[in-house]
């Protein structure tokens, strides 16, 4: 079986190609590539066109952040041959957190001695999401990170918190509105709306604590818009994933699991976000494949 390691060199961790090569060095039985993306989109030019070249299967190691596992993903949806395993050298790495902590996708062998399994993924239009679609304030957040996530302090680890405060003052309404299979989510506008595979968004927020990640549903949530007072007071029970059950907060909330999801959008340059990579529509139409990508589960998580 072939092992490509898809490296994106300006994800989080520095030197992670080397710190990959190291890792790598000596495991003659072990057949592998290394590829160092050279451009936005490339990993997934790279991926379609290595699967299509052969009817083998390969696992495919995306080492990065979560844009570089949209990437690699992507690339991989309609060839079954192709196998996902992350090595999370990114910022954020907000999917792997479904499962646990980051450290256990670093352990090579914990991942290489991994166990597959099927996970579904959000398919919007030609374009796809590993973890998340999510929209309103998150959208305004995604494109301000986006921007500041390479400067020092205000970025890396701290990028999300402070894409967060911008948008306080920025994109605390937004015009839209929200159908979940079939069934309208809100009134005309939103604070925040959450499309999730995963559990995790932002680094450390737990938006989807019920998500499964291959029952062919969506975590959808829909937050009314509040004030910004209000809204620091949720953001803690946000983070922690306890949002849903506060009562005191139930009326701001519009949760359901969701097959597909339409959006229409209110205003212009209308956004929203995939792996947080922003996109801009009038509409859109979200909807979840399931089980459309076989992904390696480190070896650790599958003893316990």
Do not use: W
Request: with cysteine; net charge positive; hydrophobic share 35%.
């Amino acid at each position: 079986m072939k092992n490509i390691f898809i490296v994106n060199p300006t994800a989080g961790i520095k030197n992670a190609l080397s710190d990959i090569e190291s890792k790598l060095a000596g495991r003659e039985d072990f057949d592998y590539e290394i590829y160092v993306t050279k451009s936005k989109g490339d990993a997934t030019r790279y991926v379609s066109q290595r699967c299509e070249e052969s009817s083998e299967d390969i696992v495919f190691y995306s080492c990065g952040g979560d844009g570089t596992l949209n990437e690699v993903a992507s690339g991989m949806v309609g060839h079954p041959n192709a196998i996902l395993a992350v090595y999370p050298s990114g910022s954020g790495n907000d999917y792997i957190k479904y499962y646990g902590h980051k450290d256990e996708f670093l352990n090579l062998d914990n991942l290489i001695n991994g166990k597959e399994t099927k996970i579904d993924i959000i398919q919007v239009g030609d374009r796809y999401a590993v973890n998340a679609c999510h929209f309103g304030l998150d959208s305004a957040v995604a494109k301000k990170m986006s921007e500041v996530k390479s400067k020092k302090i205000i970025g890396g680890k701290n990028a999300y918190n402070t894409a967060v405060l911008y948008a306080l003052f920025t994109a605390l309404k937004t015009k839209c509105k929200v159908i979940g299979d079939g069934e309208e989510m809100n009134k005309d506008s939103i604070l925040i709306c959450t499309c999730v595979n995963g559990k995790y968004v932002g680094g450390s927020y737990k938006c989807a604590p019920r998500s499964v990640n291959n029952d062919g549903f969506m975590e959808v949530c829909c937050i009314k818009p509040v004030s910004i007072f209000k809204f620091l007071k949720f953001m803690k029970h946000y983070k922690r994933g306890d949002y849903l059950d506060m009562p005191k907060l139930a009326p701001y909330i519009n949760y359901k699991r969701c097959k597909k999801v339409e959006i229409v959008g209110g205003q212009k340059n209308f956004m929203i976000s995939l792996d947080g990579e922003v996109v801009s529509g009038d509409s859109f139409e979200v909807n979840v494949i399931q089980n459309a990508l076989r992904f390696i589960v480190p070896k650790s998580f599958c003893e316990k």
